[in-house]
């Protein structure tokens, strides 16, 4: 399979994964200088998209998509996407990781 298969598949899977979020698309998002490929009012969500059955995530990824949200003044979300090579995601394949401390503060709002 080719490069671009696998871009224009991970490129329907976040498209598909904001729709059922209800998040916007980044503009520019994949370039160097965008930041996040969809957000909300509270979240920047970084999307990684794979057709094969694992994803590894350094932790550079990690502080990256961490150092961007707090700047742009909104919780940080990495949503990890299996899909199948036109992008549908395959069964339980969507997923989000966010920080402990986001976790937390999630669970606080909840028992309000």
């Given at each position: 399979m080719s490069k671009k298969r696998i871009g224009d598949a991970g490129r329907a899977a976040?498209?598909?994964?904001?729709?059922?979020?209800g998040m916007k698309l980044m503009p520019a998002s994949?370039?160097?200088s965008s930041k996040g490929?969809?957000?909300?009012e509270r979240f920047l969500l970084e999307?990684?998209?794979?057709?094969?059955?694992?994803y590894p995530v350094a932790i550079q990824t990690l502080?990256?998509?961490h150092s961007e949200a707090?700047?742009?003044?909104?919780?940080?979300?990495?949503?990890?996407?299996?899909?199948?090579?036109?992008?549908?995601?395959?069964n339980q394949g969507e997923w989000v990781a966010v920080?402990?401390?986001?976790?937390e503060q999630m669970e606080v709002r909840e028992q309000e």
């Open positions: 976040e498209k598909a994964f904001a729709a059922k979020l994949g370039a160097a490929d969809m957000s909300s999307a990684k998209s794979t057709i094969k059955d694992k502080i990256k998509i707090i700047m742009a003044g909104k919780l940080p979300a990495l949503a990890i996407l299996f899909t199948d090579k036109h992008g549908k995601a395959v920080p402990r401390w986001v976790w």
